[in-house]
């Protein structure tokens, strides 16, 4: 073979190696519309692990609110959204209640009320739990097909949702309190409740229950006002599930009805109740048949059981 044909088989093997080369370039790069990037995301994914690109479109997001307002005043929902952008970590929401209808405007779940010459505002808010995974996003969280989120919650980021009392005054937001909010999804509305065995009101915070099909409220009592930290209760009911609020012990504090049920698989039948009170002297709610049976909330307001 001559020397000329040689270098011609080696100048066309280069050329296809480099065009093979250039093509899984293309394709399995960051750059490649149909590629994946970083921890496995297509290049659409990305801005869902970049804070910058996630802080972007919030902010593009409240300017567009702020266009269609159609009246404002200082320290209302869109300076409060602002506030929680410019000062909370980056993938932290004031989040929306769950729409209504596909296309009504969103409604922030905030609550305004005025105390003492003061204007306070009951806000939910859910921030990015600050590790790799992705960030958050309000359509992952909010709403009934969100609920299943609970159970692998970490491919669309984990959401700590946390319900807060801020004043506003000054033109400037100070945080009175904030209390944790033990779920990742499937949020519904925030409303402002009034328990009238004694006459105490309590913030609601409602979230869909898929795998029941029911729903689950975690209710704050302002059982010391409104200035302190609210004391966390937890309701539910569902196909084979239900807890509701009673006064059993007629103090000033909230108790509840538990309600047995068995599930054949074909129906669920009711067959018993129990009520637990809550006791100052355990701070926990008591089965009033079996005393060792207690139920706490531990510093994430999660709900565990003593014996």
């Known amino acids: 073979m001559s020397r000329k044909k040689i270098l011609f088989i080696l100048l066309a093997v280069g050329v296809v190696a480099l065009v093979l080369f250039l093509a899984y370039k293309f394709i399995y790069s960051d750059e490649g519309e149909s590629g994946a990037g970083k921890n496995g995301t297509t290049k659409q994914e990305e801005v869902a692990y970049d804070a910058n690109k996630d802080m972007s479109i919030q902010e593009i997001n409240l300017a567009e609110r702020k266009k269609r307002a159609k009246s404002r005043f200082p320290g209302d929902t869109l300076d409060l959204m602002e506030y929680v952008i410019k000062n909370y970590p980056k993938g932290t929401y004031l989040i929306d209640n769950d729409r209504t209808t596909s296309y009504n405007t969103p409604q922030s779940a905030v609550i305004y009320s005025r105390e003492s010459g003061g204007m306070y505002i ?67 509305k925030m409303t402002l409740e009034n328990w009238p065995a004694q006459r105490i009101a309590y913030i609601r915070i409602n979230f869909h229950d898929a795998r029941s099909s029911g729903h689950i409220d975690y209710n704050y009592f302002l059982v010391n006002g409104m200035f302190n930290k609210p004391m966390p209760m937890e309701t539910y009911e569902g196909i084979d599930c239900k807890r509701t609020l009673v006064d059993h012990n007629k103090d000033k504090y909230p108790d509840w009805c538990e309600y047995l049920y068995v599930d054949s698989g074909q129906s669920a039948t009711l067959i018993d109740s129990v009520y637990f009170e809550f006791r100052t002297k355990d701070s926990a709610f008591v089965n009033v048949r079996n005393g060792k049976q207690m139920r706490k909330y531990n510093e994430l307001g999660q709900e565990y059981s003593v014996k």
Do not use: C
């Not at 921030?127 to 919650?153: C, H, P, W």
């Not at 004043?167 to 990742?184: C, D, I, L, Q, S």
């Open 122 to 188: 009951y806000a939910l808010i859910a921030k990015s739990r600050q590790t790799d995974e992705r960030l958050i996003e309000q359509k992952n969280v909010i709403g009934y097909d969100a609920s299943f989120i609970d159970l692998d919650s970490t491919k669309l980021g984990t959401a700590l949702f946390f319900l807060s009392l801020f004043k506003y005054e000054g033109g400037a937001f100070n945080m009175v309190w904030e209390t944790p909010v033990p779920t990742h999804g499937g949020f519904n």
